[in-house]
DNA sequence: CCCGTTGTGTAGACACCCTACATGTAGGCT
DNA sequence: AGCCTACATGTAGGGTGTCTACACAACGGG
């Protein structure tokens, strides 16, 4: 997967995940993973700044707690974060069209064409 | 439209609308506009720099050609071009498969019950 | 005791799209 | 003549989000 297409979608993606429920930022990670049928590997580089920079604009909310002795941060939707995920669905769906309709290939575009036209 | 989530997939765009004739890059940015209902409105800034880039990866090859006193560089698809096109397809498909299954409401996943689902 | 897994996090690089600007021709309007 | 819009190409610099690579730490198994 081209990191850059990525780019603009990781936020939706997140949210996308905490939808259903609270996750961790490792268990967030496994989870994209498994929904996207191992497709998305997405680095922790990529997650744990992305999850920062929602709960800083008021999407997730985030609280510590201890798992087997293991420090966790676990991240929920807000209100805020729901209605921006229903925005970014939204978007995937114009951004899927827009794109979509341009690159939906044309009757006559093929090189080599399948059937005879001739006169 | 968000000017990121365009990342990484301009190539495809740009080779796309080229499949079936050669076009200027002021031309291009009116397909571009056409093909997708006006959705798309791509600054010359960014078209042709891809364009340059393009070809010089190989993918697109240029003339000059002049009509009614305006100097044009037209731009068609290379054998290259075409393989890559077909690539870029692929890997769009693959793309809004792995983020659409994320991103799909799962059921149950509304803060708001429709049904009533008690007991 | 080492190593793989679980778990969080930062620093710096990189790529690509955007804004803004520069340049020039043609044609219409006043 | 002067101005404005459409046509047409191009560069410089900025922004920003993702990635690579690293650091740290606790747990459990071999």
Redesign the pocket.
Known sequence: ?N??A??????ALLLSVLEAEPL????IIEALQERSGGALS?????V??????LERTGHLASEWAT????????YRLTESGRRQLEGERSAWRDFTTAIGSVLRPRPGDARAETGPLRS
Chains 1, 2 share one sequence.
């Open positions: 997967m990191p850059d990525l780019r603009g979608h990781m936020d961790h930022g490792y268990a997405v680095p922790t580089g990529t744990y700044p992305a999850l920062r920079r798992v087997g002795g293991r420090k966790r941060r676990t």
